[in-house]
């Protein structure tokens, strides 16, 4: 070799070496909650946790660590928080839309937070119903491959039975999208819900994507509370809240809990509200892509949202409300659900105007407490049901138009039943019955 390129040839290795180097000390590597505070004001930092389990025990604000610096990237795989619960009562009840406790609110534009898990410790409810793991109101977010596992709520094993918010009811959510949020992303996000809480929620923000997310809960049949010796359902003589029905859940007149019903112990999988924010900002369409929901309330409801959503190659198992909940302009495409608990498609809204529907119903069979395939009001639709095997579903399966059966119950205040020009194409043995 010359000794021109060999000198060449250092000159390169050290040149090499100095941009690895400087990329190296580029990312600021930390090793504790501390640090990571003081970096969440920072702008254009890229940062790395050292991997390892952190308690999160303290906290000098009802957000616990507030990420308000613009373009950062925070990288926290392999690391977990235990997030002791009696930390959200330190700060009392704290009012206004902003009074919600959470852990990580990522505030600022541009930021990239990606690898966290997460479990809620110890036996303490808060203080107050509004909780949640992560708050995203920032634009251009990308919440990325975190993994909560959601607890602390109160009273925990009675579902929507004994409220929604207030009174007694202490929820822990999971995630909440909210305004001023615009084009934030959720990407290979799991949710463990063993609370009482929404997984995953919409509120005011715009152009949400929600993809590659996977959502969990706990189901249960009325007939093992009925058989509680103590307890809140046992003090209170198994009388929930009066009425006839209850979230996916039929009641005596007099809030009598019934045996053989099948309740979701948290609320819905994937969720759009019809706004958020200080000035109550319609909350945009929204898109899910290649989710899953299992054993919650609802699996995916956009029925709420005035947006027109899209959702795309997802499947909802095990349902105790409703499988996809939909609404004025909402698409399913390649969707899936089954109908043990509840109805797999609930369009309820006589309000609703031409949805489109592509939904596979899969095996429905040793199901409880449900006869219902899909409820449809509303005008305009375009839906198609199909099964890959008709003995997945009992023979004495319905397909409800013009309807208050089901989820659709909460319609009755509006008049009578109403449903117009809908084109439906069922390939199921399920019959269709209109009035």
Known sequence: M???????????????????????????????IEELRELAARDGVTVKMEPGVYRLDDADDHHFIRFTGDGSHYDLSGVTFEIDNKLFSKFGVVPGKD?????????????????????NVGPEASVQSRNKIFNVVGSNVELRNVDITTSGSSPWGYGSLYGLGGGDVRKMNGIRVGWPAKNSKLIGCHVHMRAMGHAIFVQGAEDTLIEDCHVDGLLRP??????????????????????TYVEGVYVGLEGEILPDEMLALSEDGIRMYGHGGENNHPTGATTVRNCTVRKMRRGICTGLGPGADVVINCEVTECAAAGFNIGDGDTLENCRADAKYAEALSCPYYGSRNAKVELEILDSRNGLANTVLATVNGK??????????????PKDFTIEVATNKGYAFYQKKRGEPFAEEIVLENTTPAMVVKP
Do not use: M, P, Q
């Open 380 to 393: 305009g639709h375009d839906i198609k049901l199909s099964t890959a095997k008709s003995d997945f579903l």
């Open 2 to 32: 010359n000794a021109i390129l060999k000198g060449l040839l250092i000159v390169s290795t050290i040149v090499n070496t100095w941009f690895a180097i400087a990329a190296s000390d580029s990312v600021i590597r930390i090793r504790s």
């Open 99 to 119: 009074g919600f406790y959470c852990v990580i609110d990522l505030i600022g534009d541009d930021i990239v937070f990606e690898g966290l898990t997460t479990r």
């Open 222 to 243: 009325t007939n093992e509370i009925l058989l509680e010796n103590s307890g809140y359902a046992y003090d209170r003589d198994f009388k929930a809240r009066t009425g």
